[in-house]
């Protein structure tokens, strides 16, 4: 079935230190990827998306790469501060189930001063 | 006002009793969708409506659980005979756009 999940459930790194978050999906019809971040009492927050077709999508401070070959994703966050801590989902969608994002369980990051 | 509105954001309810869930999404998207999320979990699809119509519901959807969209802009969840699983945050989500979700803040059920 389909599923989306991450390899680590907490992350702690310092202030103003690369993150990088991984997520492994299984559903090869998968063709376009999202992160979201949410922070406490919050809804989650669109971060950045990837379709299929790129691997490797950047926005302000924030990268995202995809290898479809191992069905992998990551979301990489340059020079890491304390507003980025938050807990952060993958999620993806695909053809089949078009207008139904499916997440991951998450992880959450802690920002060291 | 920009964004996504659910009301109430919390709400405590008796086992068996009913309760409705308000959301107001961004005026131009004609998508909504609601989700559930427990402590720890990603959001869960739940139902998703194209303008009024309900085009998909989960199975996590029993047939406690009812959503309308009458006008195609505000949506309402109701769960009926509330049960201590039913204890979540009720997410909504609004988009124009394949994935594109602005959600909410969410409105967090206890049933005691």
């Known amino acids: 079935g389909e599923s989306v999940g991450l390899h680590l459930p907490t992350l702690s790194v310092q202030e103003g230190d690369n993150s990088i978050i991984n997520c492994a999906y299984s559903?090869?019809?998968?063709?376009?990827f999202i992160w979201y971040k949410q922070e406490s009492g919050k809804g989650p927050q669109f971060i950045i998306d990837?379709?299929?077709?790129?691997d490797k999508r950047q926005g302000q401070r924030v990268t995202v790469l995809l290898n479809k070959t191992v069905k992998h994703l990551s979301l990489q966050i340059a020079a890491t501060q304390p507003g980025d801590s938050a807990v952060y989902f993958c999620?993806?969608?695909?053809?089949?189930?078009?207008?139904?994002?499916?997440f991951g369980p998450g992880t959450s990051l802690s920002v060291i001063p | 006002d920009t964004g996504v509105s659910q009301n109430p954001r919390h709400k405590i309810t008796k086992r068996g009793q009913n309760v409705t869930f308000r959301c107001d999404p961004i005026?131009?998207?004609?998508?909504l969708y609601w989700y559930r999320q427990t402590l720890g979990q990603g959001p869960e699809f739940l139902t998703y409506?194209?303008?009024?119509?309900?085009?998909?519901k989960s199975r996590l959807l029993s047939d406690r659980f009812s959503a309308e969209r009458p006008k195609g802009s505000f949506s309402t969840l109701e769960i009926q005979r509330t049960e201590q699983g039913d204890s979540a945050m009720y997410l909504c989500?609004?988009?124009?756009?394949?994935?594109?979700?602005?959600f909410g803040s969410g409105t967090r059920l206890t049933v005691v």
């Open positions: 409506f194209q303008n009024e119509a309900q085009l998909e």
């Open positions: 999620a993806e969608n695909s053809q089949t189930s078009y207008d139904k994002v499916i």
């Open positions: 990837i379709r299929s077709n790129m």
């Open positions: 559903n090869s019809a998968s063709d376009y």
């Open positions: 989500a609004s988009s124009i756009h394949r994935g594109g979700y602005t």
């Open positions: 005026s131009e998207h004609n998508r």
